[in-house]
């Protein structure tokens, strides 16, 4: 069975700084995708990033970079330059190779702090 | 851009109603989930369906059927609606499932979520 963990339930973090967010995930299938989505207090989900199991380089979009080690089965997500409107509840997911279901962690809110 | 609508941002219900949530995708997707989210307990797959009249069970089914008689309409039914069943409801969709299109083909679209309260 997979399983998504998210040991995080809460962060502060200054304007303009990093932060990383921890997940670590359990799988035995070879082939697995990880995703990474943003939901702010309106409730939308927005998708930020993916990295796939077979990537050789990390997954970059813009500010967001995930920080993939296979070995370890740690899928972070780092946030550069943090902004105030970064404050928000991140997910991880895993999707499967079977019809590409999700595990979702249970969430990190992130306050971002002028 | 994707489009995934659901009929209802809040929607109050009493004990024992049925309950019906709509979720409408517009981009032709095979994929759709029903998931419930509660705090500190992430999201939580209800009921996915791969095609037209096709479902199955996901992690916590129990109290809820579905219904997909057109590709871009999923329903979450809670046939008698109780208090344990308040919680936020999103819907998503997704191209297609599993390796045929690329695990990135697996991301999934979500619906602005249905916040029901059952008294």
């Not at chain 1, 995080?8 to 989505?37: H, I, N, R």
């Not at chain 1, 970059?60 to 902004?83: C, D, H, M, P, W």
């Not at chain 2, 979720?23 to 759709?32: A, L, Y």
Request: glycine share 8%; charged share 20%; net charge neutral.
């Amino acid at each position: 069975a997979q399983k998504i963990t998210q040991t995080q339930p809460g962060m502060f973090v200054q304007e303009k700084e990093a932060v990383t967010l921890d997940c670590t995930y359990d799988t035995s299938d070879p082939s697995y995708g990880l995703f990474w989505y943003k939901q702010p207090s309106s409730g939308e989900m927005i998708f930020l990033i993916y990295q796939g199991s077979y990537d050789q380089q990390n997954a970059t979009e813009g500010r967001y970079s995930l920080n993939f080690q296979k070995a370890r089965k740690s899928a972070n997500l780092v946030i550069s330059a943090s902004q105030l409107g970064d404050s928000a509840m991140y997910f991880c997911a895993m999707s499967d190779s079977s019809w590409g279901k999700f595990q979702f962690g249970a969430g990190t809110q992130v306050v971002v702090t002028p | 851009d994707v489009k995934v609508t659901q009929s209802s941002r809040y929607l109050v219900k009493r004990t024992g109603e049925k309950v019906f949530l709509e979720c409408v995708q517009d981009m032709d997707h095979e994929n759709m989930f029903w998931y419930r989210q509660d705090p500190g307990l992430g999201l939580r797959l209800i009921y996915f369906s791969y095609d037209v009249k096709m479902k199955e069970k996901g992690d916590i089914p129990e109290g809820y059927s579905v219904s997909r008689e057109k590709k871009e309409r999923f329903s979450l039914i809670l046939e008698s609606a109780s208090t344990n069943q308040t919680s936020m409801y999103l819907c998503a969709s997704s191209p297609s499932g599993g390796l045929a299109g690329g695990l990135m083909s697996n991301e999934q679209f979500f619906g602005p979520g249905t916040r029901l309260t059952v008294l």
